[in-house]
């Protein structure tokens, strides 16, 4: 089946970085990019969908400066949380569906998350 | 409106037990999902259904798309089994997205 993976796995940051995360198809090529926030013992909330070359499209509430995706091509996206506050800690997972292709139509794939700890 | 429901919320058994997870939704769909996510958060694709049933191991999906209902079913279930299973739907209305269930917490007792 097609993979999805993400860098880093988990990362810690001091209140005020900036940290990016990588979101890549490994063996597909990816149209749609989703970017999923999940809070302990919570459901996975979308925070974006991303089309390749276009603007992503935010969920009411998530704020566009803070939360930078960049989806430059059909195998990588990017998540850069930007000013880091300990409230940004959080699961971080992105999932990428394939149009057509060799899998079948639609399916999505979803990463094995990031964690994030802002101290 | 859009709404998943899974039950139950917690289920834990007894290793070799046959499980069943249960998903319904409000209104149509043009996918429904099945996953898993092991402690330490990954989440696996276990199905994709449109119709049907789909079996994998001793994983087996089913959907009944007049009755808005899907079960996930594990046979001769293991303590590896253990996980959070997710039941995720695309609703026909609401483009590209997943609806998320709230997820059943599994747990199976050697």
């Known amino acids: 089946g097609a993979v999805v993976s993400q860098h880093p796995s988990w990362v810690i940051c001091k209140s005020g970085t900036s940290v990016k995360i990588e979101c890549r198809s490994l063996d597909f090529q990816a149209t749609t990019m989703f970017w999923y926030r999940q809070f302990p013992k919570q459901s996975l909330m979308l925070m974006a969908t991303s089309n390749e070359g276009s603007k992503a499209t935010y969920e009411q509430g998530v704020e566009k400066d803070k939360f930078l995706i960049n989806h430059a091509s059909l195998t990588l996206s990017t998540l850069t949380v930007t000013s880091a506050h300990p409230e940004d800690s959080s699961f971080y997972i992105c999932?990428?569906?394939?149009?057509?292709?060799?899998?079948?139509?639609?399916?999505?794939?979803f990463g094995p998350g990031t964690r994030l700890t802002v101290t | 409106k859009n709404e998943v429901e899974q039950s139950p919320q917690n289920l834990t058994a007894q290793e070799g037990e046959f499980i069943t997870i249960n998903c319904s939704y409000s209104v149509g769909i043009s996918a429904l999902h099945w996953l898993q996510q092991h402690p330490g958060g990954g989440i696996v694709s276990l199905f994709m259904l449109s119709s049907g049933k789909k079996k994998h191991g001793r994983l087996i999906a089913t959907i009944n798309i007049q009755e808005k209902h899907s079960s996930l079913h594990i046979t001769a279930s293991h303590p590896r089994d253990s996980a959070v299973y997710i039941c995720a739907v695309r609703f026909r209305s609401g483009n590209e997205k997943l609806t998320f269930g709230t997820g059943t917490r599994l747990t199976i007792i050697p």
């Open positions: 999932s990428a569906r394939e149009a057509g292709g060799a899998f079948s139509a639609y399916e999505q794939y």
